[in-house]
C-alpha cells in the first residue's frame, strides 16, 4: 500500500506562484507514475500533470509553461511549483500515484490540498 500526503496549497493572488508538495509512504516502484490532479469547483476532477520515475513529464496545455511537476526519488516526495497563477486555477489539488500491474492499474490518492487564486 501507499500512503500520499499533500501539503502546500492556500490562498494566493493572481499572478502568484504555490508549490506543492506530495509525501510518499510505502513501496514505490520504478515502474509507478506520479500525477497532479485538481478539480475546480462545481466540476470534475481533471489531470494536470504527470511524472514517470524517470522524469518523463506530460502537462495539461494550460498549465504548460506556467506549471513544474518534479520528483524526489530519493525522499519519496514530488512538487508542483505553479507560477502565474490565475483564478481558472482555482481547485482542489490532488497528489496520484498509478501503479501498474499487467493490465490492472491501481490508483492511490492523497487528502487533497485546496489551491485558491485571488483576481
Known amino acids: 500500500q501507499v500512503q500520499l500526503v499533500e501539503s502546500g496549497g492556500g490562498l494566493v493572488q493572481a499572478g502568484g506562484s504555490l508549490r506543492l508538495s506530495c509525501a510518499a509512504s510505502g513501496t514505490i516502484f520504478s515502474t509507478d507514475v506520479m500525477a497532479w490532479y485538481r478539480q475546480p469547483p462545481g466540476k470534475a476532477r481533471e489531470l494536470v500533470t504527470s511524472?514517470?520515475?524517470?522524469?518523463?513529464?506530460w502537462y495539461e496545455s494550460s498549465v504548460n509553461g506556467r506549471f513544474t511537476i518534479s520528483r524526489d526519488n530519493a525522499k519519496n516526495t514530488m512538487y508542483l511549483h505553479m507560477n502565474n497563477l490565475g483564478p481558472e486555477d482555482t481547485a482542489v489539488y490532488y497528489c496520484?500515484?498509478?501503479?501498474?500491474?499487467?493490465?490492472?492499474?491501481?490508483?492511490?490518492w492523497g487528502q487533497g490540498t485546496q489551491v485558491t487564486v485571488s483576481s
Open positions: 496520484n500515484l498509478a501503479r501498474q500491474f499487467y493490465e490492472v492499474t491501481s490508483n492511490f
Open positions: 511524472i514517470t520515475y524517470g522524469g518523463k513529464t
